[in-house]
C-alpha cells in the first residue's frame, strides 16, 4: 500500500480534510500553475484519454476529481449526454462550473459534489468513468478503487491519469530534480499555499506506479487492465474494465 502523504505535517486533520482545504485555497490558481508545471503536456495527456473514452461511445461519463473540470469538458467530444464531475473541494468545482457556463455546456456536465470514497450514485450506471491526478490524493485508495467499480457498468472503461516515476535512469535523474526542487520553489513563488505545491511532488514520488497500481487494480475486481507511460514516464494512462 501507498505511503500516506498529507499536505499539512503539523496538522491532525485527515488527508481528505487537508486535501480539500489544500485545492479550496489553490482552486483560482491551479489551471495557470499546472500549465506552467508540466509544460503544458497535460493536455496532450487528457486528449488520449478523450480518445480512449471516445472509443466505448458512452452515453454518460463520470468524471471523479474533476477539480476545475478540464477533462470533464473535454470529454464532451466523446458521444455522451450526460457528463458528471464530481469532486470534493466546492472550489475547485465553482471555477469548474464557471468554465463550463462560459462554454455553454452546462446542459451535458453537471458538477458535483463528492467523495469518490462514498460514491453518490447506484451500482452499474457509468459507462465510462475517469479520473485524472486524482487516485494519489484519495486517503483510502481501495476504498475509492471498491466504489469506482461499483458504479460503472459491467463492460464500462475506467481510465486514470497519474503521475508515475520514470524508469530510465537518467530520465528518473532529471525528473527526481525537478519535482523535489523547482515544483516545491514554483509553489513557493507562485502559490497563496506554500505548501500545496511540496505535498504535490511528494505524494507523486511514493505514489505506486505501473504494474504496482495494475495490481492492485485487478485485486479489487477490475478486468483487462493496462497501462501506457506517457511522456518518458513522468505521467501514465491505466485502462480498465468490469466483467
Ligand atoms: C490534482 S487535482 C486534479 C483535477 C483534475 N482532474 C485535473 O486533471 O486537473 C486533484 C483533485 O482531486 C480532488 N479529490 C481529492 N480527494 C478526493 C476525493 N476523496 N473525492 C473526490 N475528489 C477528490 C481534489 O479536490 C482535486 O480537485
Known amino acids: ?42 493536455v496532450k495527456w487528457r486528449k488520449k484519454v478523450v480518445e480512449l473514452v471516445k472509443q466505448k461511445q458512452p452515453e454518460n461519463i463520470l468524471d471523479i476529481a474533476t477539480g476545475t473540470g478540464d477533462l ?28 463550463i457556463s462560459d462554454k455553454k455546456l452546462d446542459s451535458v456536465i453537471s458538477m458535483v459534489i ?3 470514497e462514498d460514491l453518490p450514485f447506484e451500482a452499474n450506471t457509468f459507462d465510462a468513468i475517469t ?24 463492460d464500462g472503461i475506467f481510465v486514470i491519469l497519474e503521475t508515475s516515476v520514470p524508469t530510465n535512469p537518467v ?9 523535489k526542487f523547482m515544483l516545491p520553489a514554483i509553489g ?11 505535498y504535490l511532488s511528494e505524494s507523486a514520488s ?21 497501462h501506457k507511460p506517457q511522456t518518458m514516464g513522468v505521467a501514465t494512462i491505466y485502462t480498465a474494465s468490469k466483467a
Open 114 to 116: 463528492g467523495d469518490s
Open 1 to 42: 500500500m501507498s505511503k500516506k502523504v498529507k499536505p499539512y505535517k503539523d496538522s491532525e486533520a485527515t488527508k481528505k480534510a487537508q486535501v480539500t482545504k489544500m485545492f479550496d485555497t489553490i482552486s483560482k490558481e491551479y489551471d495557470g500553475l499546472n500549465r506552467v508545471i508540466s509544460f503544458g503536456i497535460d
Open 206 to 226: 511514493v505514489f505506486p506506479y505501473g504494474e504496482q497500481l495494475n495490481n492492485i487494480l485487478r485485486k479489487i475486481g477490475f478486468i483487462n487492465v493496462e
Open 188 to 198: 513557493k513563488l507562485f502559490s497563496r499555499d506554500r505548501v500545496a505545491y511540496k
Open 72 to 99: 470533464a469538458i473535454n470529454l464532451t467530444e466523446t458521444s455522451a449526454k450526460e457528463i458528471i464531475g464530481l469532486d470534493i473541494s466546492d472550489g475547485m468545482l465553482e471555477v469548474g462550473r464557471q468554465k
Open 131 to 154: 479520473v485524472a491526478f486524482g487516485v494519489r490524493n484519495f486517503e483510502n485508495l481501495e476504498k475509492g478503487l471498491t466504489e469506482i467499480l461499483r458504479v460503472l457498468k459491467p
Open 171 to 179: 530520465f528518473k535523474l532529471g525528473y527526481n530534480a525537478y519535482s
